[in-house]
């Protein structure tokens, strides 16, 4: 059978998106994909309704790649309400219990259960994540009424600043690794100060290596719906932009032709790995056109191929 002929045009690239609050990450993605009119689309990492903020977007081969985003440090600004829990640990859900906050609770004595939290440490994801359980997605779980046993899962939270603090609501930004939920974080708050607490807005200001990138809001995006096709080729970032961090080698015109066949071409070292040294290297052409990922041989004079571009 041959392949299923793909609407939209071939685009490659990456859109840092500014996700709106009250819609699903997919949703972002279809509204993102329906004004560059793209072939393909995907995400790197959701994010919950309630959220706002960086959702990075990769088109066409991009997609190719979007795995090797998803181990990047995040960062966060949230604003919680003490005293009450609900069902998904944030605003969207339904109220469960309402405690009295201390009522000597000090932004000191709060800064200091904060304090408390950073580091290492086993979060336990909370049930509307989409983490899967025997196959079934938690929140699809959490929808029919239903709780199950969850494992604790190791993260880091690298920084914990309180920006403000109210008594009965804080706001503050972390930054944290893969996999870490902000609900939990507030969650592990609320109860160390025995309250309870929930998230009432949550913004994502960064997946790394993109901090310093500016975001496109869906508003503006679809403003320049008819615009020519090459202005908005101009909001994506190359294929590359995400992988810094990896070995770069380039391979000649015969090699790009050897790669591309599933075979080890011989390759020389443009620029070395970050330490420690990822097992895969990016893999350029002479005219440093990126045509996939690779892993270099033992002797390190061959590249493997890993994950192969085809821009047809």
């Given at each position: 059978m041959?392949?299923?002929?793909?609407?939209?045009?071939?685009?490659?690239?990456?859109?840092?998106?500014?996700?709106?609050?009250?819609?699903s990450s997919n949703h972002a993605l279809q509204r993102a994909k329906r004004v560059f009119n793209a072939s393909k689309?995907?995400?790197?990492?959701?994010?919950?309704?309630?959220?706002?903020?960086?959702?990075?977007?990769?088109?066409?081969?991009?997609?190719?790649?979007?795995?090797?985003?998803?181990?990047a440090d995040k960062g966060y600004e949230t604003t919680l309400k003490l005293g009450v829990t609900t069902n998904s640990a944030d605003a969207d859900g339904e109220v469960l219990e309402t405690r009295p906050v201390p009522s000597d609770l000090s932004a000191d004595q709060f800064e200091v259960v904060c304090a408390g939290l950073r580091g290492a440490q086993l979060q336990i994801p909370p049930m509307v994540s989409a983490i899967k359980v025997?196959?079934?997605?938690?929140?699809?779980?959490?929808?029919?009424?239903?709780?199950?046993?969850r494992k604790p899962r190791p993260v880091h939270i690298h920084q914990l600043d309180v920006l403000s603090f109210g008594g009965t609501s804080a706001r503050l930004a972390v930054r944290c690794s893969k996999g870490t939920y902000i609900r939990s974080l507030v969650t592990?708050?609320?109860?160390?100060?025995?309250?309870?607490?929930?998230?009432?807005?949550?913004?994502?200001?960064?997946?790394?290596?993109?901090e310093q990138r500016p975001m496109v809001d869906l508003e503006t995006l679809e403003s320049l719906g008819d615009a020519p096709a090459d202005v908005l080729d101009n909001l994506l970032l190359p294929l590359d932009a995400g992988l810094g961090h990896l070995a770069a080698v380039v391979v000649s015109s015969e090699g790009v032709a050897t790669f591309r066949r599933g075979q080890s071409p011989d390759c020389r070292l443009n620029q070395p790995a970050a330490d420690p040294a990822p097992a895969l290297c990016r893999v350029y052409d002479e005219s440093a056109n990126l045509i996939g990922l690779g892993e270099l041989t033992e002797s390190g004079e061959?590249?493997?191929p890993r994950r192969v571009l085809q821009f047809t």
């Open positions: 041959g392949r299923r002929h793909r609407r939209g045009r071939p685009v490659h690239g990456i859109l840092l998106l500014d996700k709106p609050s009250g819609g689309a995907g995400h790197t990492g959701s994010l919950d309704p309630l959220a706002t903020g960086m959702l990075p977007i990769c088109f066409g081969e991009a997609t190719k790649l979007s795995a090797f985003l998803l181990d025997d196959g079934q997605r938690l929140y699809k779980l959490a929808r029919l009424g239903k709780e199950v046993e592990d708050i609320g109860e160390a100060l025995g309250c309870g607490a929930h998230v009432t807005q949550l913004r994502r200001t960064f997946v790394s290596p993109f061959q590249v493997a």
